[in-house]
């Protein structure tokens, strides 16, 4: 297993060892140890989550405030995604500044999205199955969204905006000028 600090070094990209054989395949799809020991830092994930989507979904941006931040441990199980995570950390040097990256069932590449970042992603594929890791319960009082078209973030989602298809919440998310003091950047990510 790889572990690779991003542009934003917070947000660590997890390329898995996949052991092939005539039966098939085996991999390790997590490693605590691995990953604090990139983090730096202890992560205790309490809740596992899927969701499944067609072609153009995109789910975001988004976050739970503090105290119930979610980092999130981000994979595809079936089919390919661009996963997005915005750094939200007012104060933060990359703050307003994103890592976009593609994940599909295929490398079985991963995400780790700390603390402090919005996080979206929008469908490549016909359908993709995508399963994560978050380390704080669901909070539904603390969720919150981020525009996913603000232009101050500048995401190329890859698709043309009318093959994306977003839920109601998510078409009128505020952008990052009203996003106000959610998360204060402390030099980590562990508010
Ligand atoms: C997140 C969540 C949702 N729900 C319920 C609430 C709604 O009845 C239903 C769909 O929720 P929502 O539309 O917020 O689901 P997504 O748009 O996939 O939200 C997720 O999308 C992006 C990619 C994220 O990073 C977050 O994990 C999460 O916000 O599931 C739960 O019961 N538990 C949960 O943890």
Redesign the pocket.
């Known amino acids: 297993m790889q572990l690779i600090p991003q542009a934003i070094p917070d947000v660590v990209l997890i390329e898995p060892k996949v052991h092939g054989d005539a039966r098939g395949y085996f991999v390790e799809t997590f490693r605590k140890d691995r990953l604090e020991q990139a983090l730096g830092y202890p992560v205790s994930f309490c ?1 596992d ?1 899927e ?1 499944f ?1 067609s072609r153009g979904v995109l ?6 405030l503090p105290p119930h931040a ?1 980092a ?1 441990l ?1 994979r595809v199980l079936d089919g390919e995604v661009l996963d997005v995570a915005v750094d939200i950390r007012q104060g933060s040097p990359t703050f307003g500044q994103h890592v976009a990256v593609r994940l599909d069932a295929q490398s079985k590449r991963q995400l780790f ?1 700390p603390r402090g970042f ?4 929008v469908v490549l594929s016909e359908t993709a199955r ?1 399963a ?1 890791k ?1 380390d704080n ?2 909070s ?1 009082e603390s ?1 919150r ?1 981020l525009a996913f078209d603000d232009p101050a973030l500048g995401i190329d989602w890859l698709l043309p905006s009318e093959q994306l298809l977003l ?1 109601a ?2 078409q009128q998310q505020p952008l990052l000028s009203q996003l106000g003091e959610a998360f204060v950047y402390q030099g980590g990510t562990h508010d």
């Open positions: 809740q989550n969701s989507s789910r975001g941006l988004h976050f739970q979610q999130k981000v999205v919005a996080h979206g992603f995508f994560y978050v319960y669901y539904p969720d969204g839920s919440k998510d």
